[in-house]
C-alpha cells in the first residue's frame, strides 16, 4: 500500500464524447474509485430519522382519546413511552 494521501484527483471520461464517466482516479497513485454519492447518503440518513420519528409519533398517538368535539390527551405510562425513547436515543446517536 502507497503513502500517497490523493492531493490530485483526474476524471475519466468516455472515448466518444468526452462526456465524464463519474469515475475518478488519483493523479500520482493511479488508484481508482468511485465517489460517494452524497445525495443518497443523506436520504438513508434521513429514512432512519423519519422511521424513529413516526415510532414517536405512533407512541404519543396512543395517550389520546376522543373527547367527543376534540382530542384529548392523557399522560402515558413509562411502560409506553420509555422503549420509543430509547429507540429516538438511538437513532439520534447513530446520526452522529
Request: charged share 30%.
Amino acid at each position: 500500500m502507497s503513502e500517497c494521501k490523493h492531493t490530485r484527483v483526474t476524471q475519466f471520461f468516455y472515448t466518444e464524447n468526452l462526456e465524464p464517466c463519474g469515475l475518478w482516479a488519483c493523479a500520482e497513485c493511479k488508484l481508482k474509485f468511485v465517489p460517494i454519492d452524497r445525495e443518497l447518503e443523506l436520504e438513508k440518513e434521513n429514512a432512519k430519522m423519519r422511521e424513529a420519528l413516526n415510532i414517536v409519533v405512533y407512541a404519543m398517538e396512543q395517550g389520546r382519546a376522543w373527547g367527543g368535539s376534540n382530542w384529548k390527551y392523557s399522560s402515558l405510562h413509562p411502560v409506553h413511552y420509555v422503549p420509543v425513547l430509547e429507540k429516538a436515543r438511538a437513532a439520534m446517536k447513530e446520526e452522529k
